[in-house]
């Protein structure tokens, strides 16, 4: 089946124009802005993918997990994911919360995914309108997951990659959050970071609304990922993706997430944390 967007990343101009033409019916817009009631201005026809309940597993204790590959399908189904449907990811805040579902998806096997450069404000500031009101509730999807190993991790996974000479650890949290200036926004978990990972917010990937030209993704991921398998993590596997996205762009191919993130290892009975730089 041939893409009908770029991935995975598409512009304002190319979605618009897409859904002026005659396969705008595959098109399925996804709004993943985390906390917005379902009256918040979005695209015509978003439908949302709900990081906050069904589209992450509510059962372990940690916010934002992957669930199974049984509830994410079913889950996709009910929000009417065909299996010719190019997915689109856009959000309130641009970037925060699209990249995790472009992640999830492709962890499931499903690539025709691309995240809306600038997200919704990108939308608006090109003339295009946002509405406030409900989508319908589409008819139920025929998507088939399937999923791939190694594209989200685990402690374990985390703890051997930072022993490894062929993995870097980077964690897209603030500076502050990084060196245990700020205390955790979580109550109950440690301030620091992993002894061995590097520091990459996922703020200085975007600016005035959109990403880094590629030329400067690269190089800034260059800069700190010296070694070839880049494994993301935060503080709860969400902006993780965004990092991940710059991997991925930058032409890395070993690129992981941490699934439980900062949430997950920052427990007090977690492994260990140093502070400072």
Do not use: K
Request: contains cysteine; hydrophobic residues 40%; negative net charge.
């Amino acid at each position: 089946m041939t893409s009908l967007l770029p991935t995975p990343v598409v512009t304002v101009e190319e979605l618009a124009t897409a859904l002026a033409g005659p396969d705008a019916g595959r098109i399925l817009v996804l709004d993943a802005s985390m906390g917005a009631a379902p009256t918040a201005p979005h695209i015509p026809g978003a439908l949302r993918f709900d990081l906050d309940g069904p589209m992450s597993d509510q059962t372990t204790g940690l916010p934002h997990t992957m669930p199974s590959a049984e509830s994410f399908q079913a889950s996709l189904q009910a929000l009417g994911v065909r299996t010719d449907c190019h997915l689109v990811v856009t959000e309130t805040d641009f970037l925060f919360a699209a990249a995790r579902p472009w992640w999830m998806l492709r962890s499931m096997g499903i690539d025709e995914v691309s995240i809306l450069d600038g997200g919704n404000p990108a939308w608006a500031r090109a003339g295009h309108r946002l509405t406030t009101s409900p989508t319908p509730q589409p008819p139920a999807g025929d998507v088939v997951v399937h999923p791939r190993s190694g594209l989200i991790v685990d402690e374990q996974d985390v703890l051997a990659a930072l022993a490894s000479d062929r993995q870097t650890v980077v964690d897209a949290r603030s500076r502050a959050r990084f060196t245990g200036e700020q205390q955790e926004p979580r109550p109950g978990l440690r301030a620091g970071h992993m002894a061995g990972a590097v520091n990459l917010p996922y703020t200085e990937l975007q600016e005035a609304g959109a990403l880094i030209p590629a030329e400067r993704m690269a190089a800034r991921v260059d800069d700190v990922c010296p070694r070839p398998g880049v494994v993301a993590s935060c503080g709860s596997g969400v902006t993780a993706c965004v990092v991940a996205l710059a991997a991925v762009l930058a032409g890395r191919e070993d690129v992981r997430v941490y699934d439980g993130s900062w949430s997950e290892w920052g427990r007090p009975d977690g492994p260990q944390v140093v502070t400072g730089p």
